[in-house]
């Protein structure tokens, strides 16, 4: 199975984020959540953000590419929104990567390149009507468009973080097609 490296969103490591964990480690891969802050939490986004801003945006970014060198190269990289910026830039830059999973946001290529890295399968995953990922969306079909290697996936709905079932934007029924969409995409790396 694959091994990956999962970062949060900007509200922390929550109990919702552990339990997506879990879950796709109950499908038999290795999965590593490295907490970026340091153990906090927060009820919303904006306290999140501010938290991130204080610390530096660009220093958590860089503590979560940190953790990677701990690792092998041979690793998928999940990221939760604020998570995908560190994410999708491991899996761009870094040597060896197996995959990507973007959730809830999607930055352009150029961010880190001048194209996807050939050989890197990568899934994006947000909701329709989420004015976060709608941001985002012209990125994704850009990135979807690229390769024949990136699935884009647009749910009904306009949560943002409805993968997390510890928050109110949780959406059971989104999640749930989400999941087993990302499990057959790691069962096929």
Known sequence: MTEILLYHHVQGLTDGVKSFADDLRRGGHTVHTPDLFDGRTFATLDEGFAFAKEVGFDTVK??????????????????????????????????????????HSCVPVSEFGSSWPAGVPVQIHGMKDDDFFDEDLPAARELAASTPEA???????????????????????????????????????
């Open 62 to 103: 860089d503590r979560g590419a940190a953790v990677a060198e701990d690792f092998g190269s041979d690793l998928v990289y999940v990221g939760f929104s604020f998570g995908v910026m560190i994410a999708q830039k491991l899996a761009q830059t870094r040597e060896g990567a197996r995959g990507a999973l973007l959730l």
């Open 151 to 189: 699935e884009l996936f647009v749910y009904p709905g306009d949560q943002h973080l409805f993968t997390d079932s510890s928050l109110d934007d949780f959406d059971a029924e989104a999640t749930m097609l989400l999941k087993s969409r990302v499990l057959s995409f790691l069962d096929t790396l």
